[in-house]
């Protein structure tokens, strides 16, 4: 039986939900991406005010993250199981318990700079009437080809305002794996090779191509690194499958949409997604993904439809 809500939701409370089940944020990170809700929050005071009423109704819960930040400890919220009910119903088959658990020590950097990466593109994209469509999360969308499995750090699809789509498979690395190894299962290498397959069933011209977005939260050195080894393994070198950019390039760029941010395995600059001529303004975008409707769980159209359902074993993700 539905648990009966302390407080009245409305459709900032869904859109504030649905930034939780893409990933956990802190109070500094919603209030900044709420600048891409129909109704943004003025200042972060009234962020902790609202998810502390979420929480009294039992839809949120936080945890502190390890790491200090201006002297204190942030915390990090994520979805209960009741606030997950509330967005996609109380039938909906529920993610893996770790979904709902407080994160691992050992996973605080990691979630807190992915965190950080989709805030800063999210924002800088709505800011340029980029909508992101069929996001998927973290693990929640499984890629086989050639006796490789790989589960991106998160699967979207971006669309212009002109309606050009470009999906792409986030790689987040904090340089904890190997670069070379071809048998160490978690090697950038064994990564490199096994989407380069499952990239090798797609035409030059297929909608459907994906890029892998790779970034790097600690070194320029070892993305350079990555690439440089991409252009190596690739059965196809002459094809853009990889591209990069560290995080603090990243996060201090104003616009990744206009300026030229990720670098490919040939050393080429690029945005984001390709520049149109065309002029254009965040409200020109697309409502089709408006987060303020309680929506069910579904299969996404892409980029997972891109990556083709006989290659694609979604644990559980829904489109938003």
């Known amino acids: 039986m539905a648990k009966r809500l302390t407080t009245t939701i409305g459709p900032r409370d869904i859109e504030l939900l649905t930034a939780l089940d893409r ?48 002297g204190r400890s942030q915390h990090y919220f994520k979805l209960t199981r009741g606030g997950y009910r509330l967005l996609y119903g109380e039938d909906v088959a529920l993610p893996k318990r770790r979904y709902f658990e407080a994160i691992a020590a050992g996973h605080h950097h990691h979630t807190q700079s992915l ?10 994209g709505h800011q340029q ?72 069933q797609f035409e030059a011209l297929d909608p459907a191509r994906y ?19 991409a252009g190596m393994v690739m059965r196809n070198p002459q094809r853009t499958v990889f591209v990069g950019v560290d995080l ?15 670098t490919d395995h040939r050393s080429l600059k690029r945005t984001i997604v390709p520049i149109s001529r065309k002029p254009h303004s965040p409200q020109e975008a697309s409502p089709s993904s408006d987060g303020h409707q309680r929506h069910k769980a ?19 993700h829904a489109t938003v």
């Not at 890029?211 to 080894?229: A, E, G, K, N, P």
């Open 23 to 70: 990933c956990p944020l802190t109070v500094a990170q919603l209030c900044r991406l709420s600048q891409t809700f129909e109704q943004s929050f003025g200042n972060e005071h009234l962020v902790r005010r609202r998810l502390r009423r979420l929480a009294n109704s039992e839809l949120v819960r936080s945890w502190p993250y390890e790491v200090a930040s201006l």
């Open 248 to 262: 603090e390039t990243f996060l201090n760029t104003d616009d990744p949409f206009t300026e030229a941010v990720l």
């Open 115 to 124: 965190a950080e990466f989709l805030v800063q593109l999210l924002v800088t």
């Open 129 to 200: 009437g980029v909508e992101v469509r069929h996001f998927a999360r973290e693990n929640s969308v499984c890629l086989k080809a050639d006796g490789f499995t790989l589960y991106p750090d998160a699967a979207f699809q971006l669309v212009t305002p002109d309606q050009r789509s470009f999906n792409f498979c986030l790689e987040l690395d904090n340089g904890t794996e190997r670069i070379r190894s071809r048998q160490d299962v978690e090697s950038i290498e064994r990564k490199l090779r096994g989407y380069d397959a499952h990239q090798s």
């Open 298 to 316: 579904a299969m996404p159209h892409s980029p997972q439809k891109a990556l083709r359902t006989s290659s694609v074993r979604p644990r559980h």
């Open 211 to 229: 890029l892998v977005l790779f970034v790097t939260t600690r070194s320029q050195v070892r993305l350079q690194h990555i690439l440089d080894l």
